[in-house]
């Protein structure tokens, strides 16, 4: 059905045609057919309104499509895949022009677009969103993009493009906008006369000219004429080349003039002019052949996208119409054990105390369990070298297994272009990078196979749909060559006996670690030892682990420059040594932990490592942050030209599996830009999955099939029998210590008598009972004690957690004691609240408590830590404040607040709201106490908060100022923690850092608590 007359677009035009005899329903208020295809079938006479209403008379039942989910999910991968392709060129292209422009728009401007290539580039390149805090990921696949109504123009001259700069002088008068015009050379030429009008003195504002200058008519490179057509023929009477300067044209005109040829150039030119106030042509080179044949590689790889994307999904059978959208299944519940397993040696990155002969690698398990009773399982294995430990992973286990819980998952997430991101943040709730890399890596890992398993399908094929007619693909995928590891710490003869024996084995790729020993000299004899034992026809790394300084790394590279090295990995300490590094020592390097520190736009920070003396990136899934990561860096990679190796960080056979299978995937990804780029298919890669052979135990029973293949000869994993060991997956109970699902809450209701008051108070209680170490938690303004469970969840492992429902809250209740004044409404305050909350914990504890509040409820416990500090251990205080110091202020705000009550009874519950969000909280002042605060306090704050970081800081000065003045000053606690990509509500944007806030400072007063009492 089409609204409206004749449809412009060429493309649209000949899929309707292709589509023919289809119905086709064309709605227009005209007496013409306006049909030269002859597709339409049914014509109705109506304007749009009249049409819409007899619509509306009908009843018609509603059904959900899942077909419009799908073609959303093809629109953003194709979306994905052109941004990825703009970003990955780090040349300047007219492209990428097209998307720095859109985003170079503010609401006060507007766009006038030339005709030809520059509007075809900004409609189909364009973007319509600003700058955003999300990453590249969250911002594509965000559906709700943000609406400026930006005012767009463009002007049909009689040959197209005549005309066009005086026009847009035009638009810049009529709108009374700052214009951003954006037109072509040949455009631009055909209209230099305007230019004259720019100096003419019209009351408007300055206008920015772009001119695209690929020194012809480029469009014609891009249509079918280009290929049966001699280049001198196009040049002369299609392209109409030129060589005129566009420079001295401006100068001509007095008007001022920029030429760019890198992104960093148009970026900073696009905002340069703004600042000066002048108009400005910024003339962007740019060449016809590249450009053709860069449209042609976003076409190509945009094709590719999306036939992935069918392939893929259409394995989850599309129905024919009715819908659950793109969910799959609801997660049950997930769970987690901790296992211990025995090394045969101790992993290459641990240190070894002397005389220790036993070695073990500790992890976590996750069982993913969904609604219709299938399992996936994924693996958690962090090294404390990667600032990961068990008990910070641990407390976000926790917190997710209980936001998971009832959780949908889609089909989405195996397309791994920033399906997870997205997902964590939209349906998760938190900011993705707020994840530790392990956790997210064994979470995408139990997802993708719990999929897997509900489709009775395999991890691998749920990433990557094969074609029938990728046969010769297909077996060069069917098995992964592994890389050993040896750890060079011995002598030469001892190493190279050592790499003798793998190479006997079958393993076609040998690592060494280097930077072992006293000096580089030494680890230079030891890889030359070992490269004349094993010959020149197995491939020989070394990593050095950043372990050199310069000088260093290059003396041992002048060593063994005849050595014929692969690459070294991270030869230097210093990272903006390494493309330095390339070029002088003349070894191809790799990159390791460089990669591991990306933990946000990564296509830009891979920039600079385009250099061709970079040959590989050496990719750790459970380090980089899980398989959507990863798959991105491996594909920049693969885009370069460059090795994209899957390295182990010694996991078990589970984690180990998944990165066979993982790395089967990126060699058939390898086979698909290779193909789309017209490039020869390398060797497949011996990947770094050689600590198998560090494993005396394992999660599990079955063996991981990772043997000397007798077809090929080498050392290879095989993708069946990791498929299989997925998803037959049996945890070996013997090694497992202990399993945790999601906390039980207990939810009950306590009186409290506080002098003529009685409450009735909601408690919700999570955790150990104890008395040695509680956590009360206290919501905000019209909150409840469930806003903090999730935290509580990932606490309880620490404390006795409990949080309530404050008076005149959620379940709690409140009432004057005694029949004369029983049925009179009580009168809250502070000092009341607080009182009340005091005979609380008398009855939850005997001993003190730690009081973690939000806002309203960090009001009352920064009150609660002043007045009972007896009773208080410490206070946490989230986006808090002290109120107001001057009492004139106070005085003003009561009687504001006398108003705001009065607009609550008259006007309703939104404008109180958002005038009480606006406001400070009640009116007495403890700015003055807090000189004689003996309590500790961790005041958390939101990065974006700036009134509170404010107030924060204030509150520590005045705290620092009153400790300075005191005798027995002590080992006091009072510190400012800032959560990033957070505001006001720290808590729920981003609860992980508050979480891992939380413990840290329960620690510090713990042994701040036990080194007080050893000094008394």
Request: hydrophobic share 40%.
């Amino acid at each position: 059905m089409k609204i409206g007359s004749r449809i412009t677009s060429k493309r649209i035009s000949q899929m309707v045609e292709e589509c023919f005899p289809s119905s086709y329903i064309m709605v227009d208020n005209h007496p013409c057919r306006h049909d030269p295809s002859h597709s339409v079938t049914h014509r109705i006479q109506s304007t749009v309104v009249q049409f819409a209403d007899c619509l509306l008379q009908v009843q018609i039942p509603h059904r959900s499509s899942e077909w419009h989910s799908y073609l959303q999910v093809f629109e953003k991968m194709v979306e994905w895949e052109i941004s990825f392709q703009i970003l990955a060129e780090y040349s300047l292209t007219e492209p990428h022009v097209a998307q720095a422009v859109s985003e170079a728009l503010r609401s006060n401007s507007a766009l006038f677009v030339g005709n030809s290539m520059a509007i075809r580039d900004a409609d189909m390149y364009g973007r319509n969103w600003t700058t955003s805090n999300h990453n590249a990921a969250y911002t594509i696949l965000n559906s709700e993009l943000p609406y400026h109504g930006i005012q767009v123009a463009g002007n049909r001259g009689a040959s197209g493009i005549d005309g066009l700069l005086s026009t847009a002088i035009g638009f810049s008068v009529g709108c009374n906008r700052q214009v951003l015009c954006v037109i072509g050379d040949v455009s631009f030429l055909h209209d230099t006369n305007g230019l004259a009008i720019l100096n003419q003195r019209v009351l408007r504002k300055p206008i920015l000219i772009l001119v695209i200058n690929n020194h012809g008519g480029a469009i014609f490179s891009l249509l079918p004429i280009a290929d049966r057509t001699e280049p001198r023929v196009l040049n002369q009477y299609f392209y109409t080349s030129h060589n005129i300067s566009i420079q001295n044209l401006c100068l001509a005109h007095g008007v001022q003039h920029l030429r760019v040829k890198t992104k960093v150039e148009l970026q900073n030119a696009l905002f340069k002019p703004q600042y000066q106030g002048t108009d400005c042509v910024i003339e962007v080179e740019s060449c016809i052949n590249a450009n053709a044949k860069f449209h042609s590689t976003l076409r190509k790889f945009a094709c590719l996208a999306a036939d992935n994307a069918m392939n893929i999904l259409s394995r989850f059978s599309i129905p024919n119409s009715m819908s659950n959208g793109l969910s799959v299944c609801k997660i049950c519940r997930m769970e987690y054990s901790l296992y211990r397993i025995q090394l045969c040696a101790p992993p290459t990155s641990s240190f070894v105390r002397d005389g220790q002969s036993k070695f073990h690698r500790e992890g976590f398990i996750l069982s993913l369990y969904l609604e219709d009773g299938s399992v996936g399982y994924g693996e958690v294995a962090p090294l404390e070298i990667h600032k990961e430990n068990l008990l910070e992973v641990e407390e976000q286990l926790l917190f997710l297994c209980h936001v998971m819980k009832g959780a949908k998952i889609s089909r989405f997430l195996p397309l791994l272009k920033g399906s997870f991101s997205s997902w964590i943040r939209n349906v998760l709730g938190i900011p993705a990078f707020s994840i530790f890399p392990s956790v997210r890596c064994g979470l995408e890992m139990a997802i993708l196979s719990a999929i897997a398993v509900s489709h009775g399908s395999s991890f691998l094929n749920i990433l990557y749909s094969q074609r029938e007619t990728d046969e010769e693909v297909s077996k060069r995928s069917s098995n992964v060559k592994i890389c050993a590891l040896i750890d060079s710490t011995g002598t030469p003869a001892q190493v190279a006996n050592i790499a003798s024996t793998l190479i006997k084995e079958g393993f076609a790729a040998i690592k060494l670690k280097v930077a072992r020993q006293a000096d580089p000299i030494q680890d230079a004899a030891i890889v030359q030892e070992v490269r004349k034992r094993i010959g020149r026809q197995i491939e020989l790394r070394v990593d050095a682990n950043r372990n050199w300084n310069y000088e260093e790394a290059l003396e041992f590279g002048s060593l063994v420059k005849t050595c014929d090295i692969q690459y070294i990995e991270e030869p230097v300490q210093d990272e903006n040594d390494i493309i330095k590094y390339c070029e002088e020592s003349g070894l191809p390097v790799a990159l390791d932990e460089t990669v591991d520190d990306f933990q946000e736009n990564a296509l830009i920070m891979l920039e600079k490592y385009a250099h061709p003396g970079i040959v590989a990136l050496v990719i750790k899934p459970s380090v980089v942050g899980g398989f959507e990561k990863a798959a991105l860096i491996a594909r920049w990679a693969q885009q370069q030209g460059k090795m994209a190796v899957i390295s182990a960080a010694f996991e078990s056979s589970l984690g180990l599996s998944a990165y066979v299978l993982f790395s089967s995937y990126l060699e058939l990804q390898n086979a698909d830009v290779c193909k789309v780029m017209n490039r020869q298919l390398a060797p497949c890669i011996a990947h770094g999955l050689g600590t198998y052979l560090w494993l005396k135990e394992d999660v599990t029973t079955d063996l991981l099939g990772i043997c000397h293949n007798p077809h090929s000869g080498f050392v290879e994993a095989s993708v069946a029998n990791a498929s299989q060991l997925m998803k037959k997956f049996q945890i070996n109970n013997s090694i497992i210590r202990r399993t945790a699902t999601e906390k039980q809450v207990l939810r009950y209701q306590l009186t409290v008598n506080s002098k003529d008051l009685s409450s009735f108070i909601k408690v919700q209680e999570i955790g150990e009972s104890t008395d040695d170490n509680v956590l009360l938690f206290l919501h905000g303004f019209l909150g409840s004690g469930e806003d903090w469970l999730p935290i509580m969840n990932a606490v309880s492992g620490l404390a006795r957690c409990i949080s309530i429902d404050l008076p005149g809250h959620g379940g709690s209740k409140i009432q004057h004691c005694g029949s004369e004044v029983a049925t009179q409404k009580p009168t809250l305050s502070v000092d009341v609240v607080a009182d009340v909350l005091f005979e609380l914990i008398e009855q939850i504890t005997p001993r003190k408590v730690t009081l973690v509040g939000y806002s309203m409820g960090s009001r009352i416990a920064l009150y609660m830590a002043l007045r009972f500090s007896h009773k208080i251990k410490g206070a946490v205080i989230i986006s808090g404040s002290p109120g107001l110091k001057d009492a004139s202020a106070r005085k003003i705000r009561r009687a504001k607040d006398d108003s705001s009550a009065y607009s609550l009874v008259t006007n309703g519950l939104q404008l109180f709201l958002d005038n009480w969000y606006a406001g400070e909280l009640w009116q007495r002042s403890l700015w003055e106490d807090l000189k004689d605060c003996n309590t500790p306090l961790l005041l958390i704050v939101g990065e974006k908060d700036g009134k509170f970081k404010s107030i924060a800081q204030k509150m520590c000065n005045e705290i620092s100022r009153g400790k300075k003045s005191r005798i027995h000053q002590g080992a006091e606690i009072h510190e400012i923690v800032e959560i990033p990509n957070s505001g006001h509500a720290v808590h729920l944007e981003n609860p992980l850092p508050v979480i891992h806030a939380v413990r840290e400072f329960l620690t510090r007063v713990k042994e701040n608590s036990t080194s007080n009492l050893e000094a008394v």
